[in-house]
């Protein structure tokens, strides 16, 4: 049972234009929300997070979408870049545990 | 500061051998994770430990111990590995702020095959 679900396996986007990432969760119980970037050969690296008590957190070109009564969460990145061409995972944590979704392939197109 | 490391880079095991997957971070984090990541998916934990003598289990831990004698090492290890256990596994240290926070910082990764 996949309490974190990421459903667009891919992704593809013009340079310059918006990356919009989506990610839905099951437990309610859950309080931080994150997102990770993933290189091919390297381990994710944090990008962005949210409280469970905000509905939005912005960072440069970065912002993330809360919204607790749907369970959806969304990454946004504006304008995007080549260089951020990678697999975006979003994490939810509940206490010491942190689940993290599939992941989502971006592709930003020059 | 070296963040997390993780030794080895590569594995290739024969079924039925066992192996100790080291993890060492030096920025003092009490929390610590293993995870799997099979091809085409998500990131699975396996286990986790929220300080020196303290491990519990992830979503995915059969086949698996852990133990955690330092802050510093979190090894994970596999005993009779089986071809289910081909996978590249994650390291991950954090240190949980006022506000609850997880970010983790994850080490490079290594890539087992079990055959």
């Known amino acids: 049972d996949q309490q974190v679900k990421q459903n667009s396996p891919s992704l593809s986007v013009q340079e310059g234009r918006i990356s919009i990432l989506n990610c839905d969760y099951t437990?309610?119980?859950?309080?931080?929300f994150l997102w990770y970037k993933k290189y091919p050969a390297e381990g994710p690296t944090f990008l962005i997070s949210i409280s469970s008590i905000k509905d939005k957190n912005e960072d440069g070109r970065f912002t993330v979408f809360l919204n607790k009564s749907a369970k959806h969460l969304s990454l946004h990145i504006v304008p995007s870049q080549p260089g951020d061409s990678a697999v975006y995972f979003c994490?939810?944590?509940?206490?010491?545990?942190?689940?993290f979704g599939p992941g989502t392939s971006l592709s930003v197109i020059p | 500061n070296a963040g997390v490391t993780q030794t080895p880079k590569f594995r290739i095991l024969k079924i039925g051998q066992s192996m100790t997957l080291q993890c060492t971070q030096d920025?003092?984090?009490?929390?610590m994770y293993w995870y799997r990541q099979d091809p085409g998916m998500g990131l699975k934990l396996i286990y986790y430990?929220?300080?020196?003598?303290?491990?519990d289990k992830g979503e995915v831990p059969n086949g698996y111990n852990v133990s955690r004698s330092t802050t510093e090492d979190f090894p994970l290890r596999l005993e009779l590995a089986a071809p289910s256990q081909t996978s590249v596994y994650f390291c991950?240290?954090?240190?949980?702020?006022?506000?609850?926070?997880?970010?983790?910082?994850f080490g490079p990764g290594t890539r087992l095959t079990v055959t």
């Open positions: 920025m003092n984090h009490n929390y």
């Open positions: 994490a939810a944590s509940e206490a010491d545990k942190v689940i």
């Open positions: 437990n309610s119980m859950f309080d931080y």
């Open positions: 991950a240290s954090s240190q949980p702020g006022l506000a609850g926070t997880y970010e983790q910082y």
């Open positions: 430990s929220v300080g020196a003598g303290i491990t």
